[in-house]
DNA sequence: ATAGCATTTAGAGCTAAGTCTAAGTCAAGC
DNA sequence: GCTTGACTTAGACTTAGCTCTAAATGCTAT
């Protein structure tokens, strides 16, 4: 159960340049090497990096993810440090995750525009669609017409 | 109706340097100057950036930003290319919410372990809640024990 | 009318996160 | 035994997106 470097880029969806360079930045430590020199990359290492995009996805740093390893490592004294550092990362989640659906009506709305104006070939949509105020305003506000 | 740079900052969380970039960038055409030379922001700048906002919170690059902008001034002709543009945005943002779901089903799931690690005192909980073992499973997957 | 602030410009500098180059090593297949 | 291809290293380079500096100008309140 052990992974190249070529291997574990694929698993993970990360090149083999980042892979090095997570470990120059001390992200992967104790990745073993064999007896030529080459990185053997274990299933534990496969997962790391699996949580690393988690935590990279959800908007931390990689400095900060570094911490998080220094807690891991530091063992059990760190446990709160740690439940805090992911009720924070929840909360900074759930923020994103209203600002996606906000985007998410927007776009919509446009998608909404933009069909009717690709039918009508032009973009004075809303005198034939007077309907379309309600939402554009509850979406854009007052004085945003949506060109 | 205009504001200068730094209300306009204000307005749209931005700061006055990035104003300035964008302006330079050429994702702020047309921007006024008054006879003292200061830049005039409309409440339609203020609403394209916000447009701008909504763009790059989903993923897209500055440089596409701008071609989008391109489209919207070469007029009527361009109607397709934009409702496809919202289209790809569309189903690019619905992956990136699907991902953060996942992401928050790990988060959550390491919550609940470091709360009762935290209780406890050390991270072997799995012993004391066996029932934990399915959700970290179909969570996690079958090798990746989690600490 | 002067102090204090916001603004202007051109251009330099910065940060995060990779990405690549060059020169060399090594194992496997022909 | 030679080629091919994946790997190694150190370190330079790239990209996106800002962020700041310096020197000058201009409004605003005392």
């Known amino acids: 159960m052990g992974y190249t470097i070529g291997q574990a880029a694929k698993k993970s969806g990360l090149s083999p340049y980042t892979l090095r360079f997570y470990e120059k ?18 299933q534990d290492d496969i997962n790391w990096l699996q949580m690393i995009e988690c ?3 959800t908007g931390m740093s990689l400095k900060n993810i570094k911490q998080y390893l220094a807690w891991l490592n530091a063992g059990n004294t760190t446990i709160n440090q740690r439940l805090q550092m992911f009720q924070e990362q929840k909360e900074k989640l ?28 032009d973009m ?17 506000g007052v004085d945003n017409p949506v060109r």
Chains 1, 2 share one sequence.
């Open 124 to 140: 004075d949509v809303y005198k034939a669609n007077p309907e379309l105020e309600q939402e554009r305003e509850r979406i854009f």
């Open 55 to 57: 935590l990279k996805g």
């Open 94 to 121: 759930k923020l994103q995750m209203q600002l996606l659906n906000k985007y998410m009506e927007k776009i919509n709305f446009k998608i909404k525009l933009y069909t009717l104006a690709a039918q009508k070939g």
């Open 25 to 42: 930045e001390g992200l992967l430590p104790n990745i073993r090497k064999n007896s030529a020199g080459l990185r053997v990359f274990s």
